[in-house]
């Protein structure tokens, strides 16, 4: 399977995510067996759901620079081992790691325009958009509002009781077609190490939350 072999590794970590089902549940394990049409997983918790479910898999590589991601359906299951069919390296796909987590926040903040790539810029512009995720490598908004890419602006937010000034830069612009509106993907520029890590610290929290909730769900 050529690149694919790099992250199909006996004893590597794997995401394994419901697709198809509301409840949409997350489970980690490890892979404990390789043969050439199947694999074997072993959970850190016995799996409770149909068999033949149908799941999203991610297997991230040595480096955690990449991630291995494919769809497979899940063949047998005896508490917390799943047998699980191979995927063809056709359907497998390879992509770059975000590396930080993200988790949704859907709060209203105001953004300051100060400068777009090396340009500063001395306005009062007011810029309302829709924080609707961050990491602790930056934040997508979601505006009315469209942007260029390099496009540099500060805003203030708080998140459990921490205030933040953080500054960003636009990197992606998209369409976004739920709303119609532009979502803005944007990187931190200038963050301190400890603010960094206060956010990182939220979104784990917040992601351990979100997990609870999607088990009480079922």
């Known amino acids: 399977m050529g690149m694919v072999d790099n992250f199909f590794i006996v004893g590597k970590s794997i995401n394994i995510k419901t697709v198809g089902d509301c409840s949409c549940l997350s489970f980690e394990g490890i892979i404990k067996k390789i043969e050439e049409y199947s694999f074997t997983v072993e959970l850190q918790e016995d799996y409770e759901q149909n068999n033949c479910q149908k799941v999203e898999c991610t297997i991230t590589n040595e480096t955690k620079t990449k991630v291995c991601i494919f769809e497979s359906i899940i063949k047998n299951v005896n508490k917390n081992i799943l047998d699980f069919k191979k995927p063809h ?19 209203e903040v105001n953004c300051y325009l100060i400068g777009i790539n090396d340009k500063k810029i001395e306005s009062n512009k007011v810029f309302p958009a829709i924080l609707k995720d961050i990491g602790g490598g930056g934040v997508l908004l979601n505006s009315a509002l469209s942007v260029p890419i390099g496009t540099i602006f500060t805003f203030e ?9 953080l500054t960003i830069k636009v990197l992606r612009s998209m369409e976004n077609e ?41």
């Open 157 to 165: 937010i708080t998140l459990n009781n921490n205030k933040f000034l």
């Open 89 to 107: 390296k056709d359907n497998v796909k390879i992509a770059q790691r975000r590396q930080y987590v993200r988790v949704p926040v859907d709060k």
């Open 178 to 218: 739920e709303d119609g509106n532009i979502d803005l993907g944007c990187k931190f520029i200038g963050i301190n190490d400890a603010d960094r890590q206060k956010i990182i610290s939220y979104c784990n929290k917040q992601q351990v939350i979100l997990r609870r909730k999607k088990k009480k769900a079922v």
